[in-house]
C-alpha cells in the first residue's frame, strides 16, 4: 500500500489560474511532510516542511497545508516559471528517518 | 565548492560490467542516501547511511553495494549491470534524521 498518494499527476493552468495539489498519507504518528520541486534534469529542490495539523507554510505564490490525512499545496497566480514536477515525501511507518515520495504532479504554466 | 556533487554526469555501461556512481558533499552530513527515479516509480530508495560505516538497505537494493568510509563520500557500485538498472541516479544528503534533504543533480545511467 502506497503511504503517500499525489493527485493529479499532471495539471495545466494558465497564468494567473490559482489551483492546488493533494498528498495525501497513510502514516500515522507523522514526523514532518516534506514538498520538494523539481526541474526537468534537475535533483528536487526543497520546499517545506510541516509537522502538524493546522501549520501552513508559504514562499512566494507557493503556500502549503497540512491536515491528519493530507497536505494541499496551494499556488496563487501562478506565472510560467512555476511550471515543475511538485513531489511530497513522509518519513514511513515505523520512524525511520528515511523519507518515501510520492509520484508527483506535473505543473504546466502556460502564458 | 560547497554542496553535493555527483560524478558522472551521465554514464553509458554494458550489461554485466561493474560501475561505480560517486557522491560527495561538504557539509558534514550525517545522512546520505541514494535513490533512483524512474517513470512511472517515482523516487525510490536503494540504501542510506546514517553515518560513516553506517549503512543499511530501502525499497531497491538487490544489484547494489555501498560503502561509507568517510563521512563525505558515499559511492553506488552496480556489481553487474543489468538494463533493469537503467535510470536516473540521485545522492542526497541531510544534517539529522526527519530534516530536508539537499540533492545531488544526478546520474543518468544507461545500461546497453
Known amino acids: 500500500e502506497d503511504q503517500v498518494t499525489q493527485s493529479p499527476e499532471a495539471l495545466r493552468l494558465q497564468e494567473g489560474e490559482s489551483s492546488s495539489l493533494n498528498c495525501s498519507y497513510t502514516v500515522s504518528g507523522l514526523r514532518g511532510l516534506f514538498w520538494y520541486r523539481q526541474d526537468p534534469g534537475k535533483g528536487p529542490e526543497f520546499l517545506f516542511t510541516?509537522?502538524?495539523a493546522g501549520e501552513e507554510k508559504e514562499k512566494e505564490r507557493l503556500k502549503a497545508t497540512l491536515t491528519k490525512k493530507e497536505s494541499f499545496l496551494h499556488i496563487t497566480a501562478p506565472k510560467p516559471e512555476d511550471s515543475a514536477t511538485y513531489l511530497c515525501?513522509?518519513?514511513?511507518?515505523?520512524?525511520?528517518?528515511?523519507?518515501?515520495f510520492g509520484k508527483g504532479t506535473k505543473l504546466t504554466v502556460n502564458p | 565548492d560547497a554542496g553535493i556533487t555527483q560524478s558522472p554526469r551521465y554514464k553509458i555501461t554494458e550489461t554485466g560490467r561493474q560501475v561505480t556512481l560517486m557522491c560527495h558533499q561538504t557539509?558534514?552530513?550525517?545522512?546520505m542516501f541514494w535513490y533512483r527515479q524512474d517513470l512511472g516509480h517515482g523516487l525510490r530508495l536503494i540504501y542510506y547511511s546514517a553515518a560513516a560505516d553506517i549503512t543499511d538497505k530501502g525499497e531497491v537494493p538487490d544489484g547494489y553495494v555501498v560503502s561509507r568510509s568517510k563521512t563525505e563520500n558515499f559511492p553506488l557500485t552496480l556489481e553487474s549491470a543489468t538494463r533493469s538498472q537503467t535510470s536516473v541516479y540521485f545522492c542526497a544528503s541531510s544534517e539529522s534524521s526527519f530534516r530536508s534533504y539537499t540533492f545531488g543533480s544526478g546520474t543518468r545511467l544507461t545500461v546497453v
Open positions: 515525501a513522509v518519513p514511513p511507518q515505523g520512524g525511520s528517518e528515511k523519507l518515501v
Open positions: 557539509w558534514s552530513h550525517s545522512y
Open positions: 510541516l509537522y502538524s
